[in-house]
């Protein structure tokens, strides 16, 4: 069974009020579908709250649709709504702090500068977020990532005006910035 599918333009510049709390508190409030991102992780979590099944949210597109983003905001949506309703103790919002957390680490070791876009992915992740059902209620348990590289040649062949990963050049910079050691860690390899 298919739930709706969002179309998901990206506008290459911020939109005030799009993603704040006035426009969750608006999909909240509203008895009609509204074409946003908030309104698909509303759908998921209502349907999971209310029906304990298993909710999946896939986010698909060409590089520089915004699918990172939109990741960013279906978690966000997520971790507010548990928060909210009391579904989350200090152990798991703990937990959903870290997934929220990892994403910048994620994308040093998977994305790169393009021709078209100076944040592109170039690995796919899963991204699992597993619940507890104990009696009527349903908690935040865990979750875990999953990574896939999809561009194993861009580490050791470059096109033109293209760049490899951002932590070969982080490293670079680390390197330049705090010298060969650091806190044990050998830097003089990146220098």
Same mark, same amino acid.
């Given at each position: 069974? &298919? ?8 506008? $290459?510049? *911020?939109?005030?009020?799009?993603? /704040?709390?006035? *426009?969750?508190? %608006? ?5 009609? +579908? ?17 029906? %304990?099944? !298993?909710?999946? +949210? ?15 905001? +279906? ?8 928060? #909210? ?11 959903? =702090? =870290?997934?929220? !957390?990892?994403?910048?680490l994620l994308e040093? @070791? ?15 992740? $899963?991204? #699992?977020?597993? @619940?507890?059902?104990?009696? =009527?209620? +349903?908690?935040?348990? &865990? %979750? /875990? ?11 050791? #062949?470059?096109?033109?005006? #293209?760049?490899?990963?951002h932590v070969f050049?982080?490293?670079? %910079? ?18």
């Open positions: 069974n &298919c739930g709706p599918i969002l179309i998901v333009l990206n506008p $290459f510049k *911020a939109i005030r009020g799009l993603y /704040d709390g006035g *426009a969750t508190k %608006a999909i909240l409030e509203s008895n009609n +579908v509204t074409p946003h991102i908030y309104s698909i992780s509303n759908r998921a979590f209502g349907n999971l709250i209310g029906s %304990a099944q !298993s909710q999946v +949210v896939l986010i698909s597109g060409e590089s520089g649709a915004g699918k990172t983003e939109s990741m960013k905001h +279906v978690l966000r949506f997520l971790t507010g709504r548990l928060a #909210e309703t009391g579904r989350q103790d200090v152990n798991s919002d703990q937990t959903m =702090k =870290k997934v929220l !957390s990892s994403n910048p040093a @070791f998977g994305n790169a500068c393009t021709t078209r876009n100076d944040n592109s992915s170039r690995f796919g992740k $899963f991204i #699992e977020l597993m @619940f507890n059902q104990k009696s =009527k209620d +349903v908690r935040f348990d &865990c %979750a /875990d990532i999953d990574t896939y590289l999809l561009e194993k040649i861009r580490i050791t #062949e470059l096109h033109k005006e #293209e760049r490899s990963y050049y982080q490293a670079c %910079a680390a390197a330049q910035t705090l010298g060969s050691n650091f806190n044990g860690i050998q830097l003089d390899y990146f220098g």
